[in-house]
């Protein structure tokens, strides 16, 4: 089981919540709908207790699949993993054909780096709603972690095709392609999350780093300096860009462009080793 830690006993004791001026003047819900509003109101202001006390009455009023899960996702939002866990199980007893039950459970796991169980729980929402990008990402995720390379890339080909005008799942493609050292094909979905972000300075510097792993250091050159025009605070991308021209021979560009980075930080100089060895064929 999940492990939910016992309160201090003076903690134990239930304490009225306050109720804020605006409310007192509002009538008590009677319905589960109003119910499921209020707290969508209260989780919505981070007042999370308050949320949790009008979820379960929503679902004491109607004990269906919809108001358990909206009350799984209220303890899970408090940390409270039994809890939650306890209530997506009533809300599949309830409709079992229902995927947010299955994606909750699944993200309960994922936080205590169940993968094995996480990724069989995405992988129902993703049979309950197929047509559902965002799970298959989920479940490519898991897959990741437990080293299950070609699994993943195959639920994001799926991403891809159903939503193609996302460059995010174009960029999840690439890194894995990438990381299994599909270089042509992680270049390809690059550019494509390149085109449909091209404000996105992280996404052009990835295809820099690309572009210099297969030996397009001109191609790897422009993206760097796109990166550093639409993030002219991260030195890092000035010190990539000057690796490309000192790879290339431009020794003066170079030195300019070194010079330019010399306030670099830690991060960001961890940054530059991190693609440094990327470049070299590594991971992310």
Known sequence: MLPDYPLPRFLLKKKPMPILEEEKSRPEPTTADGNKALADEYLAKGRIQHAITRY??????????????????????????????????????????????????????????????????????????????????????????????????????????????????????????????????????MECAVALCPEDDYYAARLGMLYARTDMLDRAADMYREAARINPEKLAYRALLADMYFSSGQDERAEMEYASAAGIDYFEADFVLRARRYMLGGTW
């Open 56 to 189: 379960k009455k929503a679902a004491r009023m109607e004990d269906n699949s919809e108001h358990r899960t909206d009350l799984g996702d209220a303890y899970a939002f408090a940390e409270l993993s039994v809890k939650a866990v306890q209530q997506y199980r009533r809300a599949l007893k309830s409709n079992p054909k229902t995927p947010e039950p299955h994606f909750g459970l699944a993200e309960v796991y994922v936080r205590y780096g169940r993968w094995q169980a996480a990724a069989a729980e995405y992988a129902q929402a993703v049979d309950l709603a197929p047509r559902n990008p965002f799970y298959r990402y989920k479940l490519a995720c898991a897959y990741i972690q437990m080293r299950c390379a070609q699994e993943a890339i195959t639920q994001l080909e799926e991403a891809v095709l159903l939503l193609p005008n996302d460059g995010f799942y174009h960029f999840e493609l690439a890194s894995v392609y990438a990381d299994v050292r599909r270089d042509d094909d992680a270049v390809y979905e």
